[in-house]
């Protein structure tokens, strides 16, 4: 972002779950309906469209939205979607399992959410930030323990292949897996339920070995912006 935009304050809809309008700046020119029942997110178009390809296609291809100035997102989160537009802002985003002690698994779980978000609407820059702040965690914890199995099953059933987040977990769990001196039945159920991780793994133990992800430089696991955005906005 060439720039960081001020907004009145932080965020109240993180404060104030009931409030069912939300405005960023003195003089927003689009509106986004999120979730549902629909909360109203008023920001400026020219915030949006900066960080995400897929918003800026939306707003300025030839699309409704193009012409109404609003776009409708009932499949979104509302406290998730917020922390995105704070970001958008302000370059950062507060996660509750953080600012309140929260267990590991809360703490990747809420950046897991966000990283699915940005990764919907191809945020390359917040994806990286997110991905520095795995790292955060996996540089401090055991690297037995491995990544919790309730997050592994979420990022499979909301990303694909190219997801630098999932990739990042592939390799953490081989890394787990090899530090076990015994493969364990969770390990061996878990990858009979997600196929996909079991392909992943072996492809990652072929490209990069088996050794703790954390001690790698954390760009491997960055994504570019994709070329063609997808299509999710009809």
């Not at 996660?95 to 698994?105: M, N």
């Not at 917040?126 to 592994?152: F, N, T, V, W």
Request: charged fraction near 25%; proline fraction near 6%; include cysteine.
């Amino acid at each position: 972002m060439s720039s960081v935009r001020q907004v009145p304050s932080i965020l109240t809809f993180i404060l104030d779950a009931d409030a069912n309008e939300h405005r960023f700046c003195t003089n927003p020119d689009v509106v986004l309906y999120v979730g549902e029942p629909a909360t109203a997110f008023h920001v400026e178009m020219d915030a949006i469209c900066e960080v995400s390809p897929v918003l800026k296609a939306a707003f300025t291809g030839n699309f409704r939205e193009s012409q109404e100035k609003k776009m409708n997102l009932p499949e979104e989160d509302i406290v998730n979607f917020g922390r995105f537009i704070q970001w958008t802002y302000t370059g950062s985003y507060p996660l509750a399992a953080f600012e309140a002690d929260g267990t590991a698994e809360d703490r990747i779980m809420e950046l897991a959410e966000l990283y699915v978000l940005a990764d919907r609407y191809d945020v390359a820059t917040l994806k990286h930030h997110i991905i520095d702040r795995m790292y955060e965690i996996g540089q401090c914890s055991d690297p037995a323990a491995g990544p919790p199995h309730s997050i592994i099953r979420y990022v499979y059933d909301n990303s694909t292949r190219l997801s630098g987040f999932r990739k990042l977990l592939a390799a953490w769990y081989l890394n787990t897996r090899r530090l076990e001196f015994k493969f364990s039945d969770r390990g061996r159920l878990l990858e009979a339920e997600i196929p996909e991780l079991q392909t992943e793994v072996a492809l990652e133990a072929g490209l990069r070995g088996t050794d703790n992800p954390f001690l790698r430089d954390r760009r491997v696991f960055y994504e570019p912006n994709r070329i063609s955005p997808p299509s999710i906005y009809h």
